[in-house]
């Protein structure tokens, strides 16, 4: 039997090898290695695929959410509505811009923000709603922008691990990332679209929003050596870019496989009283960037069972184990149960495209083991 790995990104370049390493040398010999024609091809192509009006690639997903605050003039202190259980980017984020965070709980079915608990937290300066679409669900969008619209605030969505699902729900639909006024998505090599090294991109369907992040990923110049705004340097690399190209031409079939694994999992695992199953929204489809089940119990229970799958040879991750508002850098007196909850609960499995069906059999027999025992 293979190994099982979380992700499994060897198996995956064996497989698309022959045309990663032609691209790869034929741009060693052209040697544009900063802008090259590859970067502009793939934001064109991600362009169609997402059917949004302007993607920018950026140096990484944490530097998309930065440019695309920067791109909106807030003010020291002003608030930004996000949800404690994601992942740390945000908060780091805001921070560092000197804008606070202001944390939300989420609700278990979508592991995304909880919208009845949004208005609540409005104040004088809350100027943004950034709703993470975690795991590779969608978060109640439609809601969100309701509200956003109500309050006259900005919707920055964390598209990170959601790139490619579709939601729909009232007046609302489109790609998660693209629903909002901008968003942001990582190409980490371990995303549903990953590169071999850091990369993200920035999306949006407002020209104007468009010019900034562009300009302010890159030194704040409209011109070469002309300066208008304090900007960064933020760039995706040629090589990056071609490589990421290769992947988002098979990016619908592995996140079809990604739902075929969980389809497998669902079935394979019902009836267990001890777990939780994930559950799809009926709003959006699911890109199953993780598959993360709930233990009922205590976290010593989780513990216990995680002992058990490493001895068996079967990763697993806790996604996440400590809440945003709980977090030592980003610490706020606030209590939000469920995502106090999830973190005391949640365990990840293997998800990964290359999962073999013997391997995922295996996990399914070996996790129906355990319960029967205990
Ligand atoms: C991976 C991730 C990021 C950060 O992306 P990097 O490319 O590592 O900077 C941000 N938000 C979420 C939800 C992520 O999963």
Redesign the pocket.
């Known amino acids: 039997m293979k190994k099982i790995q979380m992700v499994d990104l060897s198996s995956q370049y064996q497989r698309l090898k022959h045309e990663i390493d032609l691209r790869i040398q034929s741009i060693m010999e052209q040697g544009h290695f900063i802008h090259g024609p590859s970067v502009k091809l793939l934001e064109e192509e991600l362009q169609e695929f997402l059917q949004v009006k302007h993607v920018i690639g950026v140096?990484?997903?944490?530097?998309?959410?930065q440019l695309a605050f920067m791109a909106l003039d807030l003010q020291p202190g002003d608030e930004v509505i996000i949800p404690s259980f994601?992942?740390?980017?945000?908060p780091e984020v805001l921070l560092l811009l000197n804008l606070k965070p202001v944390f939300v709980d989420v609700t278990a079915a979508t592991f995304c923000l909880d919208v009845t608990q949004i208005e609540q937290k409005i104040t004088k300066k809350t100027k943004a709603i950034a709703p993470?679409?975690?795991f590779g669900g969608v978060a109640e969008m439609d809601s969100i922008i309701q509200i956003a619209k109500k309050y006259g605030l900005f919707v920055i969505e964390?598209?990170?691990?959601s790139i490619g699902a579709q939601y729909c729900s009232g007046a609302t639909y489109g790609f998660a990332g693209c629903l909002g006024d901008i968003g942001?998505?990582?190409?980490?090599p371990?995303?549903n679209l990953g590169c071999y090294g850091?990369?993200?991109a920035v999306f949006t369907n407002s020209d104007l929003l468009a010019e900034k992040v562009r300009k302010l990923a890159n030194h704040g110049q409209s011109k070469k050596y002309f300066h208008d705004i304090v900007g960064v340097n933020s760039r995706l690399d040629t090589i990056q870019a071609e490589i990421l190209r290769i992947k988002l031409s098979k990016l619908v079939e592995y996140n079809q496989i990604r739902n075929d694994l969980a389809e497998q999992y669902i079935s394979g695992l019902s009836g267990i009283d001890d777990l939780i199953l994930p559950s799809k929204s009926t709003h959006s489809t699911h890109v199953f960037?993780q598959f993360t089940l709930r233990l009922k119990g205590q976290s010593e229970t989780r513990e216990q069972f995680r002992n058990y799958l490493t001895n068996q040879g079967i990763p697993s991750m806790v996604y996440y184990p400590l809440p945003l508002h709980k977090q030592i850098a980003y610490l706020q007196d606030v209590q939000l149960k469920v995502s106090e909850q999830l973190c005391e609960d949640v365990i990840s499995l293997p998800i990964c495209p290359e999962l073999t069906h013997e391997n995922q059999e295996y996990i399914i027999n070996n996790i129906r083991q355990y319960f029967k025992k205990n």
């Open positions: 140096g990484n997903g944490t530097d998309a959410l994601a992942y740390a980017a945000l993470v679409h975690l964390d598209a990170a691990q942001t998505t990582s190409f980490f371990s995303k850091d990369g993200g960037h």
